[in-house]
């Protein structure tokens, strides 16, 4: 892929650029092609050449696919909750779908607070846990 040419005097006073060697090619479009590199924010000296990065991106891969397998537990339990019938499900079944609801989201609780994501304020709002499932988290049962 041709790059975007420049004037020789720009060239000269960003040379420093030039001497990079994470450049990104974007992909092909009609009557546009140029080059970037990722943002300086991304960048971290000393380890671009090691395989930190590569570790550091399999963990951080791991600890979301973990979070998201979580938060799907949640959502199955708080189904099975809501789907109990007073008419044809006993009080013990409750109890019992309660205890599992409140398991699985103390454990999202935890996956969260692993990621580095310590306010669940929004959690509880977007799954809509119930204050009986919430007063149940953390509980040690016999």
Not at 57 to 73: D, F, I, N, T
Not at 94 to 99: G, H, I
Not at 119 to 126: A, H
Request: proline share 6%; with cysteine.
């Amino acid at each position: 892929m041709p790059h975007l040419s420049l004037p020789p005097q720009v060239v000269k006073r960003h040379s420093h650029l030039t001497r990079r060697t994470n450049w990104l090619t974007l992909p092909e479009t009609p009557g546009i092609s140029m080059s970037v590199r990722p943002p300086q924010s991304f960048h971290q000296p000393g380890f671009t050449n090691t395989g930190f990065n590569v570790l550091e991106y399999e963990l951080m891969s791991e600890r979301a696919a973990a979070l998201g397998r979580q938060g799907v537990k949640v959502e199955e339990a708080l189904a099975a909750l809501s789907a109990w019938n007073a008419e044809r499900d006993s009080k013990a079944r409750r109890e019992s779908l309660c205890d599992d609801a409140a398991d699985a989201v103390w454990a999202l609780f935890i996956q969260r607070e692993i990621c580095g994501l310590r306010n669940n304020r929004e959690i509880i709002k977007r799954y809509a846990i119930p204050s009986e499932v919430l007063s149940r988290v953390g509980a040690v049962r016999k």
